[in-house]
């Protein structure tokens, strides 16, 4: 297992009691996903948070995160928040909320 199974508890319990959420192995790690599109995940080190390409400046301007480069290239709509912007309960409730956000957005867009 690429990632800690605590942290995987910990984003399933800021998920809450959600009916649409589905958990995958991408990224070399485990991606939470809501309504079929990518929220956020986990690697052996790091938060991964698809926030959209429209919010993608502003949360890489808050502390600990920065550009998701799984490819080598940098991936616009993707961050990376090292372990200390989510080790607090309510760090990690405001990341997973943003990726949730998105990925209800673009369900809402299919």
């Known amino acids: 297992m ?16 959600r ?3 589905e958990e995958k192995g991408m990224f070399g790690g485990l991606c939470f996903m ?7 995940g986990l690697t052996a080190a790091e938060l991964m948070v698809r926030v959209g390409p429209d919010a993608w400046e502003a949360a890489l301007a808050e502390p600990f995160a920065r ?15 090292d372990p200390a912007g989510w080790s607090a309960k309510k760090d990690l409730a405001k990341w997973v909320a943003c990726g949730v956000a998105h990925a209800e957005k673009l369900a809402d867009e299919d």
């Open 34 to 40: 809501v309504r079929g599109h990518m929220a956020v």
């Open 19 to 21: 009916d649409d959420v």
């Open 2 to 17: 690429a990632y800690a199974e605590n942290d995987g508890q910990r984003i399933r319990d800021a998920l809450g009691d």
């Open 67 to 81: 550009q998701m480069d799984f490819t080598g290239k940098s991936m616009k709509g993707f961050v990376y928040v």
